[in-house]
C-alpha cells in the first residue's frame, strides 16, 4: 500500500478549496468547488466538499481513491456549531477525518505558535489573537448575527443604505441609482432578493461598492466608513497585546489602505495560509 496522502479543505461562504499533499508536503493535487457552510446548508456543503475532494484527485492524477488510506482535514465554515462536524467527519470515507472551524484551519497556517492577531474576512469573518500560547477569538457568527465588515455584511448594508436613499433618509449617489435599476427600479426587488438570499448572493456586491468607493461615490463612502470604524473597533479589542496584524481573505485586504496608522504599522503577510494550517493539522496526526 502506498503511504497515506494529506487531503486537505477550506470550505466558507463563497468557495470550497480543497488539496492533496504527501507526508513532506508536496502538493499533487487542488481544486476549487462552490460553497461550504454547514450551517447555511449541510447538504449542499457536503456535496461541494466531496466535488472538490474528487476534483483534486483528478487533478492529482488519481481518479480511484477507493484503496488510499489517507488523512483529510477540513476546516469548513459553522463546523463549530452543534453536531455539525460529526455529521460531516460520519459522510466521509477516510482512514481518518477531523472537521473542524475553518478559522482553525486559518489560525494553524497564519499563527501558528506565534503572537499576534488575525482578522479573515471573506464573505463572513472572524477574528483570532493569540498571546503566549493563548489563544482568544471573536465573531464568525454568521450574517443575521455577526460576521462584521464581510463581504456578504457589505452587500446587506449597501442595500440597506439604498432603501435609506429611497426614504429619503440619505443621499443618493450614482451607486446607488446603479443598484435600484439592477433590482427593477425599486425597492420591491431589493426586498424580495433580501429574503431569500444566501450570504454569498449578498457578498456579489461587495466588489461593486469599493469600485464605486475608489470613484468616491457618497454612499459607498457611507457604507465603508462604518465598516472601517467597525472593524478598527474590533481589532481595538483584539489586538490589545500587540504582536503582528494579519488581514487576510479577498475582502480583507481591501481595507488594509483604508485603516489608521498603528493598523498599517503592525501589518504582515502571512507565510502560510488556511490550506498549509490543515496540512500541518493533518501531518501532526500522520505522525502521531
Known amino acids: 500500500m502506498s503511504e497515506p496522502l494529506i487531503v486537505t479543505v477550506d470550505g466558507g461562504g463563497t468557495q470550497c478549496r480543497a488539496a492533496i499533499f504527501e507526508a513532506d508536503g508536496r502538493r499533487l493535487g487542488h481544486a476549487t468547488c462552490a460553497f461550504a457552510n454547514l450551517v447555511t446548508?449541510?447538504?449542499?456543503?457536503?456535496?461541494?466538499?466531496?466535488?472538490?475532494?474528487?476534483a483534486a484527485y483528478r487533478d492529482a492524477g488519481m481518479a480511484d481513491m477507493s484503496e488510499r488510506s489517507d488523512i483529510a482535514v477540513l476546516g469548513i465554515a459553522g463546523a463549530e456549531i452543534g453536531d455539525l462536524s460529526t455529521r460531516l467527519e460520519g459522510a466521509?470515507?477516510?482512514?481518518?477525518?477531523?472537521?473542524?472551524?475553518?478559522?482553525?484551519?486559518?489560525?494553524?497556517?497564519?499563527?501558528?505558535?506565534?503572537?499576534?492577531?488575525?482578522?479573515?474576512?471573506?464573505?463572513?469573518?472572524?477574528?483570532?489573537?493569540?498571546?503566549?500560547?493563548?489563544?482568544?477569538?471573536?465573531?464568525?457568527?454568521?450574517?443575521?448575527?455577526?460576521?462584521?465588515?464581510?463581504?456578504?455584511?457589505?452587500?446587506?448594508?449597501?442595500?440597506?443604505?439604498?432603501?435609506?436613499?429611497?426614504?429619503?433618509?440619505?443621499?443618493?449617489?450614482?451607486?446607488?441609482?446603479?443598484?435600484?435599476?439592477?433590482?427593477?427600479?425599486?425597492?420591491?426587488?431589493?426586498?424580495?432578493?433580501?429574503?431569500?438570499?444566501?450570504?454569498?448572493?449578498?457578498?456579489e456586491l461587495a466588489p461593486v461598492l469599493f469600485e464605486a468607493h475608489e470613484s468616491g461615490d457618497s454612499l459607498a463612502n457611507h457604507v465603508l466608513t462604518r465598516a472601517v470604524a467597525d472593524l478598527e473597533r474590533i481589532l481595538t479589542a483584539m489586538h490589545v497585546n500587540g504582536g503582528d496584524l494579519?488581514?487576510?481573505?479577498?475582502?480583507?485586504?481591501?481595507?488594509?489602505?483604508?485603516?489608521?496608522?498603528?493598523?498599517?504599522?503592525?501589518?504582515?503577510?502571512?507565510a502560510g495560509d488556511s490550506l498549509s494550517g490543515a496540512f500541518s493539522i493533518g501531518r501532526a496526526l500522520l505522525q502521531s
Not at 47 to 54: N, P, Q
Not at 254 to 268: C, I, S, W
Open 92 to 203: 466521509l470515507d477516510f482512514a481518518t477525518v477531523r472537521v473542524m472551524s475553518d478559522r482553525d484551519i486559518a489560525v494553524a497556517g497564519i499563527l501558528g505558535d506565534r503572537n499576534g492577531t488575525l482578522a479573515q474576512i471573506g464573505t463572513g469573518s472572524f477574528f483570532a489573537r493569540q498571546h503566549d500560547g493563548r489563544l482568544s477569538h471573536a465573531g464568525g457568527w454568521g450574517l443575521t448575527l455577526g460576521d462584521e465588515c464581510g463581504g456578504a455584511w457589505l452587500g446587506r448594508e449597501l442595500l440597506r443604505a439604498v432603501l435609506m436613499t429611497h426614504d429619503g433618509l440619505l443621499e443618493g449617489s450614482p451607486l446607488g441609482a446603479q443598484v435600484t435599476s439592477n433590482f427593477g427600479n425599486g425597492p420591491d426587488g431589493i426586498v424580495m432578493f433580501a429574503a431569500t438570499a444566501t450570504p454569498a448572493d449578498f457578498a
Open 41 to 54: 446548508d449541510f447538504e449542499d456543503s457536503r456535496r461541494h466538499i466531496t466535488e472538490a475532494i474528487d
Open 246 to 270: 494579519f488581514i487576510t481573505g479577498g475582502v480583507g485586504v481591501r481595507y488594509k489602505p483604508m485603516l489608521g496608522a498603528t493598523f498599517r504599522d503592525a501589518l504582515k503577510e502571512p
